[in-house]
Nanobody, 120 residues
């Protein structure tokens, strides 16, 4: 089970940190990803991290602004979002899969989503 939280309303240029807590399975066995879906748009990959945390991947639109990290001892993955823009407004989902991938079909388990709204 994955539970994402930390979303909210923030002004452009602000920061938020999302967290995703995992339970029920061995967290360190899974690569983790963050995806987002804005109204009227398809769900898109935001960032991902390998099982050990040694490798990360980002969408071009968030490179240099977002940072994904994980704490396997706490069964939690984080997404630090800085310099937020109105176009970052979306529901953000965390997901777990066997390998780090950018496609959502590569993930087996999904959290419920947390809303991020960035005002201009």
């Amino acid at each position: 089970q994955l539970q994402a939280f930390g979303g909210g309303l923030v002004q452009a240029g602000g920061s938020l940190r999302l967290s995703c807590a995992a339970s029920g399975r061995t967290f360190s066995n899974y690569a983790m990803g963050w995806f987002r879906q804005a109204p009227g748009k398809e769900r898109e990959f935001v960032a991902g991290i390998t099982r050990s945390g040694g490798n990360t991947m980002y969408a071009d639109s968030v490179k240099g602004r977002f940072t994904i990290s994980r704490d396997n001892a706490k069964n939690t993955v984080y997404l630090q979002m800085n310099n937020l823009k109105p176009e970052d407004t979306a529901v953000y989902y965390c997901a777990a899969g066997s390998l780090l991938r950018t496609g959502d079909r590569g993930y087996d388990y999904w959290g419920q989503g947390t809303q991020v709204t960035v005002s201009s």
